[in-house]
């Protein structure tokens, strides 16, 4: 390529993806660079485009241009498809493709495969955080991959985030280090909906066990979800951030998929499981995940708020 700075890009704008998109074009504008960017819908890239981010219309183009390569899909199905068409592209030997979705391990063990014979490095780099986390680079990010990858890519991840997890040199370590961390964060969910329960059944309100798990449990996760499911304010909006129960129905079967192979018993995860599909079959999929807070209420036999 005729500059010499790594020419950069980024596939998949959705919730997650189009915040740390907006920093990185941020942060590349200021070095004198552009942020090369594709979308299935190319309507999600308008806003960067205005800041000067260089629209290309296949992630072939994206491999054909760029260095580096970041992308974040919802699922394996679409990471999968988007890995294998940016291939077609045939990226030049030692280019980077940087993957932030939270997907099976196994999956990434595939691309990995792919991307050695391809001649390139496949560095998993999922990260924990919320899209309006995404969008104020607050998102902390779990790596794995070869040394001297994750060396090249240390200011892309200072831009787009609060910091990073060295996972390791295997890419599917990250993606495990990901699941594990989503069922730390969804089990807190769901002890704070039935500690709730129980204590608002026996006259303990809801707001005095938000209170007392923000005094015990300090830090972002606990008393966020405590106010949140005391408050039963479930609807997610961009003033009002959240992970859906689609979503957390997803990254839950991945948990439930990695324990049953890894021959790990992991009953909470069916517990929630089972809570979560309740909730998708009474119609509240876009809701938060914490909306089990009501469901356990139905059960509780307590009214309706």
């Known amino acids: 390529m005729a500059?010499?700075?790594?020419?950069?890009?980024?596939?998949?704008?959705g919730s997650m993806g189009l915040g740390m998109a907006t920093n990185l074009q941020a942060n590349l504008k200021k070095e004198g660079a552009n942020l090369h960017v594709h979308n299935r819908t190319e309507s999600k890239a308008k806003a960067l485009l205005k800041e000067g981010a260089v629209w290309?219309?296949?992630?072939?183009?994206?491999a054909q241009?760029?260095?580096?390569?970041?992308?974040?899909?919802?699922?394996?199905?679409?990471?999968?498809s988007t890995f294998k068409a940016w291939l077609t592209g045939?990226?030049?030997?030692?280019?980077?493709?940087?993957?932030?979705?939270?997907?099976?391990p196994g999956t990434v063990k595939q691309l990995t495969a792919d991307a050695t014979d391809a001649g390139v490095h496949f560095v998993s780099a999922p990260v924990f955080g919320r899209p309006d986390a995404a969008l104020e680079h607050r998102v902390l990010f779990a790596v794995a991959g070869p040394k001297e990858a994750k060396e090249r890519l240390q200011t892309y991840f200072k831009w787009m985030g609060r910091g990073t997890l060295d996972v390791g040199t295997e890419p599917y370590q990250a993606s495990v280090m990901k699941i594990t961390g989503n069922f730390f964060i969804v089990?807190?969910?769901e002890t704070i909906a039935e500690g709730m329960t129980l204590a608002e059944k026996n006259g303990i309100s809801r707001d005095l066990i938000a209170q007392f798990v923000s005094n015990t449990f300090p830090?972002?996760?606990y008393p966020g979800y405590a106010e949140r499911l005391a408050a039963g304010t479930f609807e997610v909006t961009p003033s009002s951030p959240g992970f859906p129960?689609?979503?957390?129905?997803?990254?839950?079967?991945?948990?439930?998929r990695l324990a049953q192979e890894s021959s790990v018993p992991l009953p909470l995860a069916d517990i929630i499981m089972s809570h979560e599909k309740e909730a998708e079959r009474q119609g509240k999929g876009a809701l938060d995940w914490g909306c089990i807070a009501d469901i356990l209420r139905d059960k509780a036999g307590l009214e309706k708020r």
């Open 3 to 13: 500059d010499d700075k790594p020419q950069v890009g980024y596939i998949g704008l």
């Open 56 to 62: 290309e219309s296949s992630p072939a183009d994206i």
């Open 65 to 80: 241009k760029c260095d580096i390569t970041f992308s974040s899909m919802f699922a394996d199905e679409g990471l999968i």
């Open 90 to 104: 045939k990226p030049k030997k030692g280019s980077l493709y940087v993957d932030s979705s939270t997907v099976y």
């Open 187 to 189: 089990s807190c969910v």
């Open 219 to 221: 830090g972002p996760i």
């Open 245 to 256: 129960v689609s979503g957390g129905i997803k990254d839950l079967g991945l948990m439930q």
